[in-house]
Each structure stands twice: as C-alpha cells, then as structure tokens.
C-alpha cells in the first residue's frame, strides 16, 4: 500500500517535507516529494524533488509508532535524510471539497442536459424510423435512454472524492505493512518527551560600547579590577600560611609525635633529621621481606600458547550476542527494559538467515530465586551475515532481565579452528559502538594476532569507567610474561594452585611473582561493560629463579580461603613481575 505522509520537525528528524512510503519485498521504498534537511537552529536545506529511495530492510536500523507519529531510522549511506519523524498519514491524493463540490456539479449539468438531449432524440427519431411504434414507444425509449445516462452520471458522481484512508487508519495500515517486514516494530502509546533546551545565554557582546575607545576603557577596568582581586587574595592566603608555620611547632608538641615516642627528646635539638633517617633504615630491610614471604614450588618445564584469561575460560561461541545498552525504566506498577544488543559471527562461514528470540524475565524479589519469562521478542536478519560482521537490533519489553535463545550451535576451537579471519575480525575495531570494538579486540587477542595489543591500547585511551576491568584483564593476557594451565583443586579453605609460568618476550625475566584471585561472579565476553565481579580473595606467591626467554616453569602453591566467603565462582590468575602484579 502507497502511503503519503509529512516529515516534521523534532530534535530527533533531519529532514521535513512530504514523503510518500510503500513495503515490498524488496525493502522500503521512499519517495521525497519534496523534502529538505533540517538541523535544529538552521534554516532549512534544499528541497529534493521526486527522489526515488529503496532502503533494504536490513538497513532500516528503527521503527516506532509513537501515539499518532511513526519515527524511522535508515542507514545514512543510503540516503541523508535518514531520520524521519512521519505525521499526517493518507493514501492517494485528496482534493478539496470545493474542488470536489464543482466536479460534481459539471457531472450532473452534463448528465442532465444528456438525458434531456437523448429523450428529445429518441422522441423525434423513433416514429420516423418504426412509424407503427407509437407514442409509448418513443417515450420509453427516450426514458430508458434519460436513465442510462444517469446512471452514468451517478457512477461519475461515485468517483469523485473516493473515499481514502487517512489519520489513525493510514497510519495503522502502514504499520501492519511494516510489521511484517520488521518484527521488531516498536509500538508506543505516546511519542517521547522532546529534549529541553538548553538555557539561552544572554549576549555580553551587548553590553559593550560601540566605540573603540570606549571599549579598551571598560577592558582595562575589568582587567585592573581582576589583577587587584587577584593580589589581594594572594596576600591573604601567604599571611594564612605564615600563620600556619607559627604554629606548626605547637602541634609537632602533641599528638603527631606520638608515633616517635622512643625519640620523643629529640625532636626540639639541632640534630632532627636523625630520626626520620634511623626509621627508613630500621624499615629498609622490611621492604623486601614482603615478597620474599610466600612462595611457589617449581619443577618442570611448560610452554602457554595462549594466557589463561576469564573471558575466554569458556568456549568463545561462533555466534556471540553482545549487550550494547540496556536501560531498565520503572513504572509505577511494571518494569521495562529497552535494550540494545548485536549478533557478531565469529566463525568463518556466512550465515545465510538469523532469527533469535529474546525472553524477558522478571524474578521474585529474595529470598526467591524464581525467574518467569513474561515477554517474548523476536528479531530477525535476512542474511547473509559474512564472518566478522555484526548486526544490531533495538527491543523492549516488560521486565527486568533477559535470555536470548541463540541458534547457531558450535563453539571456536581452542587453536582458533573455524574462527573467522583475522583481517574481517579487525574490520570490528571501526564499529560504531564501543562494546563491539572491545570484542574484536578480545578476540584478536584470543588468536594471537599481533594488532591485539595495539587495538587494547588505543581502546584504552578513551577510557571509560565501565570499560577498565575488561581492558585490564586483556592487556594482562598479552603481557610477554604470562601464566597458562591454571587448575585450583580440592574444597574448603584450602586449595591447591597449579599454573604454567611462561616468558614469551625475548630477554631474560626474573623476580616474577603470580597472583591468584576468588571471585564472586563469573566474567562473560558477552556484556564488556557489565559490573565486573568483586574481588573477595587473594594470593601472590614469588616464583623462583630466573625465565629465560621462550621458557616456562610450572608451579604450584596452597591457597588459604577465608571461611566466611563461601565458595567463589571462579578464579583467575595473572603472572608477572612482582612489582607490576594487580
């Protein structure tokens, strides 16, 4: 169905004018009748006249009725005015009632004065033709005549201002249409608050004078009415510290001396310094003592092709489902979660179609664990989706939680068997969200490509809070000096540590140390920015003698738990110089 509609302006659209919409198989088709850019506070742009758009469905990236309005989310490639806020639904072309009035009017002129003429006809015409037909004949004729031609009339009449859909009927019609191609069509009762606008600055420009000497009289006041303020606080402050340097030496008398009580006599007598000089040598040799305290047993040699990490301790899957945003709104009596996620192919096959179901769950508050699904999403891709791409959908629901029932079975072998190519997987360092990036540079990291650890460094320079745990355990995985094989066995507080110290770099390494941490939840690949697990154990053993490049010692420790953590969920371990340790 050919739907027209108006583009107007929000702060969310780039573009007014009239569009005219219509679903195929194919993708939307868009077509400007007339349409311009529109950027908030500027005027607007050229307009585009009889553009024709085709807009694969895999490239529209939105689409939301919001209450009476319908706001769609192209790709910008395809077209620039790719943000379009639509109102004002029809379909075909309506006339104006006058219009429509003065149609009508020339149709019944014409039918009558036609009936009028073919009665007037068929009255002179029928006896010449049939002269034994009579009167009643003629006039019969004449009649059925008058008639079909308002008959005609009226089916004339019928045509114009043929009834069209429009408003909340054209709008619900194009939905339906939409629907079908995108299952994932959000529906909302109302469109979104527009965003406040910023508090409009007065123009100090103003206030100034308009001559130029005037003006260098008024700077040159503001700035010696600056340099004045500005000395007399400098004095102030300099007395406020003269002040505190008098009675500095009253508080040295009380309790800040505490701490030097063997020496508590000296400190007024010429020779101070002493003191603070016999206290860094009585705690010079307490600096080494500790990481000389615990420390690991070694025997026998390893190699790690592969650091041992927690986001990669389970298989890395060849479909990864990775969480952009998700942002959870209360209501006054429901919950929902909007929630942006992307599908990333590890593997090294195109998938030809996906189509994935996201649950939604609510769960019991505690001491239940319970959990219910109470909604359900279905999001779809056509395909392909080639080795190292990503696609992203955008769903909403009531709840709290959610699952996504992943398809595609198979996991990425521990050698990198059936792993996407690295120079596809690098292409994800360029994606327009940060989440993704940080996926492929884990995963170049987990096939030791050398760009990895250049990837992890130029992602960590725009540092954000919630990236820093996952950027720090990728950058310990590519240390030249790092730690494989790692097995915690036994129950209880007590538990044997194993682990493979391996120097990967070309120099000798020595005083290495390992450190070993219990936590309380486990590390997913699939949320990089989540709430990292708290940390609620720790150990760091020194391992003995020296590394020589390309070589590596096994080592084992005991590893004491506190009895009230409980059982951690996971362990992870780093290996490094002692000092550089977490």
Known sequence: MLVRATAIATDRSNAIGTVE???????????????????????????????????????VYEARVEGDQLFLSLEPARTPHHLLTLVNFSTGDSTHPKEDTRQRLMIWIGAVGAASVAT??????????????????????????ALAILAVGFLADRRVGAPTLAGDAAREALAADLSHYLPTLVRLARAPEP?????????LAGFLPRTTAAIAITLTAGLLGVVLTARWLLSTSGDGRRVAQVSEPV???????????????????????????????????????????????????????????????DPIPKLSVLVLDKK?????????????????????????????????IEQDPPPSNRRTAVSHRAVFYEGPLSPGQAIKWNVEARGSDFEVDVPIEGDIGPGGDGAAPTNLIADLLNANHRPVRLHGAMMLAYLGDPRARDAVVKLKEALRDDEAPYLDRLLRALGDVRACEFR????????DVEACVFNAGKEPRDHLGIKVRALDGKVSHSEPTAVPPKVIAEATWKVPGKLEPQAGVRTRAKLSLPASIGEPAMFEVFADREDLLP
């Open 21 to 59: 919409l219509q679903c195929t198989p194919h993708g939307l088709v868009i077509v400007y009748l007339g349409v311009g850019a529109f950027s908030e506070g500027y005027a607007p742009g050229a307009l585009t006249m009889g553009t024709r758009v085709t807009v694969p469905w895999s490239e």
């Open 120 to 145: 007037l006809v068929s009255a002179l015409t029928v006896p010449r033709v049939a002269p034994h037909a009579g009167a009643s004949a003629a006039l019969t004729i004449g009649g059925l005549s």
């Open 195 to 203: 965003k406040p606008k910023p508090l409009a600055l007065p123009d």
């Open 251 to 313: 508080r040295d008398d009380g309790p800040m001396l505490e701490p030097q009580a063997p020496v508590e006599t000296e400190p007024a007598s010429a020779p101070a310094p002493p003191p603070p000089a016999s206290a860094d040598k009585k705690s010079e040799p307490e600096e080494p003592a500790e990481p000389a305290g615990p420390q690991a047993s070694a025997s026998g040699h390893c190699s790690c092709p592969r650091a041992d990490s927690v986001l990669w301790r």
């Open 328 to 360: 959870l709104v209360s209501g006054p009596e429901k919950k929902r979660l909007e929630l942006n996620i992307a599908a990333v192919n590890n593997g090294d096959k195109d998938l030809r179609e996906l189509s994935m179901m996201v649950s939604f």
């Open 488 to 495: 915690v066995t036994g129950s209880g507080p007590q538990r």
